[in-house]
């Protein structure tokens, strides 16, 4: 069983300094590249709907294909500043900030720094979704090469082709409504390339489809739900149809395999499922948008990033993620290990919600209901 510093670095999974000690260090490169040596598998046994669960997800996703080009409407104006202010109003009737500055970096900004920060969060929020579809990209593609089964690998490359729309619809929107994109967030780069590398196939599905993708769930439906900007609205609500098919995907393809492994085999995949957490949740930190602004990164985030509001925000991102890992059986083998790094994370409180297989089950049964 390895330790904290092992697993991130660290032996205090809040230790702020050390947390901002992570930065990208390759701002500058185009290019980024890391080392796969997965196993490519071909099967002959072509047996389509073996995997009933796998079969109906891929006849759902050549039905659910759409067009960035053709199905957003790109004429709609956008104003960064307007977007940001509407939005503030709109999620803060009171007027207030949610904190009081008195003391902080903050005790001297203007509405106009407010404004200014407004718009390079979001921009910095919308840049990382962008760089995660990336990985999802470059990972769903290697799943349809390592996968030991035909039904995945169908469903596999129609993600692939999802994951290639959403990279392109956030770079046009962050190119041509928005002033560009901000670099991957280290953390989030570190965890992609350890996805990336990892030669086993299941844990691409587990790093992915599970982690990534739950949390990126959870994000986009907070942004869709606080956003009063017409084209992100519905650009992030054809990406959200997407993404519920994706972590359903990864739920039904491990449900069967991690039953099967040992605990020794678990705690690996444990393990690796709080690495994930731990650095998803810090990359929500936005050091890079404190930096840009010229404040103090560590003052920042003492004061505003550490509020309740905002620490139920973040822990609200894993809504998603706690259920699907305790379907998977993560939570609770090896004497509950995983379950305790949630307690400690404060996010195991959403053990109970539905996890995303059955609420992928639940629209799917609502939809033809509805259909004439």
């Not at 920060?117 to 090469?145: P, R």
């Not at 359903?248 to 393990?271: I, P």
């Not at 894993?318 to 995983?338: H, T």
């Amino acid at each position: 069983m390895a330790g904290y510093e092992d697993l991130i670095g660290r032996e205090d999974i809040n230790d702020l300094e050390a947390i901002l000690a992570v930065s990208n260090t390759d701002m500058e490169s185009a290019i980024h590249t890391v080392e796969s040596n997965a196993e490519a598998i071909f099967t002959w046994d072509y047996d389509k709907g073996s995997r009933s669960g796998l079969d109906r997800l891929y006849e759902k996703a050549k039905n659910s294909q759409w067009n960035g080009t053709t199905d957003l409407d790109w004429s709609v104006e956008v104003d960064p500043e307007e977007v940001v202010a509407n939005n503030f109003i709109a999620q803060n009737p009171d007027g207030g900030i949610g904190f009081d500055p008195a003391g902080t970096p903050f005790e001297k900004w203007s509405d106009a720094d407010w404004l200014k920060f407004g718009v390079e969060s979001n921009n910095w929020t919308l840049s990382q979704f962008m760089h995660g579809e990336q990985g999802a990209l470059v990972c769903t593609a290697k799943i349809v090469e390592t996968v030991p089964w035909i039904d995945a690998k169908y469903y596999a490359s129609t993600q692939v082709m999802d994951e290639a729309r959403h990279v392109e619809v956030f770079a046009r929107y962050l190119d041509s409504k928005l002033d560009g994109y901000y670099p991957i967030n280290a953390h989030l780069q570190m965890l992609l390339d350890d996805i990336i590398a990892d030669t086993r196939w299941d844990m691409t599905y587990l790093g992915m489809q599970i982690m990534v993708e739950g949390l990126a769930l959870a994000a986009f439906g907070f942004m869709h739900m606080m956003t009063t900007e017409p084209l992100l609205k519905q650009l992030l609500k054809y990406v959200m149809s997407d993404e519920a098919r994706h972590v359903a995907f990864g739920v039904l393809t491990l449900q069967d395999v991690y039953s099967e492994l040992s605990d020794a085999e678990m705690m690996e995949r444990q393990e690796f499922a709080f690495e994930a957490s731990v650095r998803m949740r810090d990359r929500f930190l936005q050091q890079e948008v404190w930096e840009r602004m010229g404040v103090p990164a560590k003052d920042a985030i003492q004061a505003v990033m550490l509020t309740p509001q905002r620490e139920m925000f973040q822990n609200m991102l894993f809504s998603k993620i706690v259920p699907n890992c305790k379907k998977l059986g993560l939570l609770d083998r090896n004497d509950k290990w995983l379950r305790r790094r949630y307690e400690e994370l404060g996010v195991i409180q959403f053990e109970d919600w539905v996890d995303t297989e059955a609420e992928y089950e639940e629209l799917q049964a609502k939809e033809l209901v509805t259909q004439p």
